[in-house]
């Protein structure tokens, strides 16, 4: 079975500032899928990023970045330039695609950004 | 084009009742999969329905069912209701299953509480 950690719960940061989220994965399988996940206060979750298992670039969205280390099964995101709409809780989700397959999420970090 | 639609948003049961959850997803989307949120167990998931059928089930006791109709909507059921089942409920769909693509669109929630 697959697992994923997320092993900070909470995380704060000055507004214009850098944040780096940590998350481990792990899995025996070679081709799979990362995602990072934002749920803002009483709102929906969205998807902020995605990266492919066999892509060796690191997927970058605006000023959503993360690192990728395939051998270590580390997958952190970094926001750069943070922003008091990042306030939100963050979770670090898996996949091994296939029809029937399903993602497995982390427990989240609460992420506050201070003005 | 309309986001997932969750109903009721919050409700209160008492213990030993039973409760119907509803979800309208993204017009064209075939699949929504249901998740239980709570702080100390993070999001796990209950089920994936696509196209009518369950196409995968989380480790949940059998008072946890749902159902697709043939309009995509989904409504998920917990009857004899326990203390321990008070969360917020979310619905998420996708065009295709959530284990091809990874992609979910969130709705904003059902949060229950049991007393």
């Known amino acids: 079975a697959q697992t994923v950690t997320q092993s900070q719960p909470e995380m704060s940061v000055q507004e214009a500032e850098t944040v780096t989220l940590s998350c481990t994965y792990d899995?025996?399988?070679?081709?799979?899928?990362l995602f990072w996940y934002k749920q803002p206060p009483s709102r929906q979750m969205i998807l902020v990023i995605r990266q492919e298992a066999y892509k060796q670039q690191n997927a970058t969205e605006n000023r959503f970045s993360v690192n990728f280390q395939k051998a270590a099964k580390s997958f952190s995101l970094k926001i750069s330039d943070s922003q008091l709409g990042d306030t939100a809780m963050y979770f670090c989700a898996f996949l091994i695609t296939g029809a029937n397959s399903k993602l497995t999420f982390g427990k989240g970090i609460t992420l506050s950004v201070r003005p | 084009k309309a986001g997932v639609t969750q109903t009721p948003r919050y409700l209160i049961k008492t213990r030993g009742q039973q409760v119907t959850l509803s979800c309208s997803p993204i017009?064209?989307?075939?699949?929504v999969s249901w998740y239980q949120q709570t702080p100390g167990q993070g999001l796990q998931f209950l089920f994936e329905?696509?196209?009518?059928?369950?196409?995968n089930k989380g480790n949940f006791p059998g008072r946890f069912s749902g159902r697709q109709f043939s309009n995509s909507r989904s409504e998920m059921n917990v009857s004899t209701l326990e203390l321990g089942d008070s969360a917020l409920y979310l619905c998420?769909?996708?065009?295709?299953?959530?284990?091809?693509?990874?992609?979910?669109?969130f709705g904003e929630g059902s949060r229950l509480t049991v007393l």
């Open positions: 329905y696509f196209s009518e059928t369950q196409r």
């Open positions: 998420a769909s996708s065009w295709l299953t959530s284990g091809t693509t990874g992609e979910l669109f």
């Open positions: 899995t025996s399988e070679s081709n799979y899928y």
């Open positions: 017009s064209g989307h075939r699949s």
